[in-house]
């Protein structure tokens, strides 16, 4: 005598508590993290031509590969750079040319970069 075991029907997975899980994941995620926000420094190249009209009555900076900053040919550090670049009487004009040495480091130029926009000058020109 053959006995056959009764089959059970299969139960059909629910997709619902998985759907909820993951949109609760994704929910925690976006809230618990936080974004970058980046800031950036206006900057003009220098352009072929202008270069006559630029230079007259501006500040030079020279930024090092070891990290070192000259103003107008003389070693400064960033807070004298700041100081230097100070408008004399509240005059206006202030334009500073910025030239990145030799395998000059680019925290080292956006650092003194930074230093330069803290004192404001009208026009900040990157030369190559």
């Known amino acids: ?7 059970v029907p299969r139960r ?6 998985l759907i ?23 900057v003009t190249g220098s352009r072929p031509g202008r270069a006559a009209s630029a230079i007259a009555g501006s500040q030079y900076v020279r930024v090092h590969q070891d990290g070192r900053i000259d103003l107008n040919g003389a070693p400064v550090s960033l807070s004298a750079l700041t100081a230097g670049l100070a408008r004399p009487g509240g005059a206006g ?13 680019v925290q ?10 803290a004192a404001a000058p009208d026009q ?3 030369a190559r």
Do not use: W
């Open 124 to 126: 900040i020109i990157l």
């Open 1 to 7: 005598m053959q006995v056959d075991a009764p089959i």
């Open 93 to 105: 004009g202030v334009k500073v040319i910025v030239r990145p040495g030799e395998g000059a480091n």
């Open 108 to 117: 080292h130029l956006v650092t003194a970069l930074e230093a330069i926009r």
């Open 12 to 17: 059909r997975l629910s997709m619902t508590p």
């Open 20 to 42: 909820d899980v993951v949109f609760l994941l994704l929910v925690f995620f976006m809230l618990a993290s936080t974004f970058a926000q980046y800031s950036r420094i206006d």
